[in-house]
């Protein structure tokens, strides 16, 4: 197999630990100012985001440009051939018989992203895939739990909400055995797995006095009939300041974006000096840029 090919990133079981390690210390560098890149690679890379998105499309687009890699940008399906019926997959093939680096594509469970990484020569990055996983943002948030807390190793990260439509959980379950987290879930039934394969606590109260790190997703209204109040979610689940009061004052508050503000977190825990939302924004730029470092260096 070439190294363009070992270098696709769709999932984190394929990802050596001694390559998460060599990621995280090249995004220290960079986040340290301590690299100068040699511009004008002469490279495209293409950004292919058929679904919404703020913080993984605009990270792509400032890692691809601080590595001096042009970015093409397809937003959206609006203005594509998508609308005179050619298929996603087509879609895919066609951008990259343009020949880019590599492709950063985010698309829903209708475009199978294996089968097509399969088909090209060219390195393809997962940047959110439908449920099935979203492997930059779980690094980034990896990463970030490494900076504030020094390791990954041993800690507890308990998952709150919306868990059976989450990519990003997904991602975490992949990457928590390789760097040595334990996850725990919790949330309203509906939103769990059926068949949950790690610790679940029914009580926000005692999974927050478990956790290191409390993580909390965006419920997925557009996914879900609910059944009960968006306010008594908040009461039960919210990241609220009452709720949080069980969390250790040395423990970190995350969320990977977007925040329905008001349900899963309440807009004053933004400023609590726990919460680390948008340094994991900031982090996944550095992330984002040592992977495609990694992946444009072995081309
Ligand atoms: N966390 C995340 O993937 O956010 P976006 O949908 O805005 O990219």
């Known amino acids: 197999m070439s190294s363009r090919k070992t270098n696709s990133l769709i999932d984190l079981i394929s990802l050596e630990k001694e ?4 990621l995280f210390s090249f995004a220290d560098l960079i986040s340290e100012n301590k690299l100068s890149f040699e511009k004008g690679f002469g490279k495209t ?3 292919l985001f058929f679904e919404a998105s703020t913080r ?6 400032t890692a691809c440009a601080r590595l001096g890699v042009y970015p093409l940008l397809l937003d959206g399906k609006a203005g594509t051939s998508l609308e005179k019926g050619e298929t996603l997959e087509d879609t895919v093939l066609n951008v990259a018989a343009m020949k880019p680096s590599f492709l950063v594509v985010r698309s829903g469970d209708d475009l199978d992203l294996r089968d097509v990484a399969r088909k090209l020569s060219m390195p393809v990055v997962n940047a959110g895939w439908g449920k099935v996983g979203h492997p930059t943002q779980a690094l980034l948030d990896a990463y970030t739990i490494r900076k504030h807390l020094g390791t990954c190793e041993g800690q507890r990260v308990l998952i709150v909400g919306d868990v059976r439509h989450s990519r ?10 390789k760097l040595g987290y334990e996850v725990a879930l919790c949330g309203p039934k509906d939103f769990l797995p059926s068949t949950p394969t790690v610790k679940v606590f029914s009580s926000l109260k005692e999974g927050l006095e478990w956790a290191s790190v409390a993580m909390a997703l965006r419920v997925q209204l557009e996914r879900h009939a609910i059944e009960y109040s968006l306010a008594d979610y908040r009461e039960q ?18 969320h990977p974006g977007p925040i329905n503000q008001g349900t899963e977190l309440d807009s004053d825990i933004l400023q609590d000096p726990r919460c680390q ?16 470092h990694s992946i ?3 081309l």
């Not at 390559?19 to 060599?22: A, D, G, L």
């Not at 990003?168 to 055995?177: D, I, N, Q």
């Not at 996944?284 to 040592?290: D, K, L, P």
């Open 237 to 254: 689940f919210g990241f609220t300041k009452k709720n949080l009061q069980s969390l250790s004052a040395q423990a970190l508050i995350m």
């Open 296 to 298: 444009l260096v072995e």
């Open 168 to 177: 990003v959980a997904a991602s975490h379950f992949e990457l928590a055995t």
């Open 277 to 292: 939302v948008l340094d994991q924004v900031s982090n996944g730029v550095f992330v984002r840029q040592a992977l495609l």
């Open 56 to 61: 993984t499309r605009m990270s792509f687009e």
């Open 19 to 22: 390559k998460i390690s060599t």
């Open 45 to 47: 890379g293409a950004l």
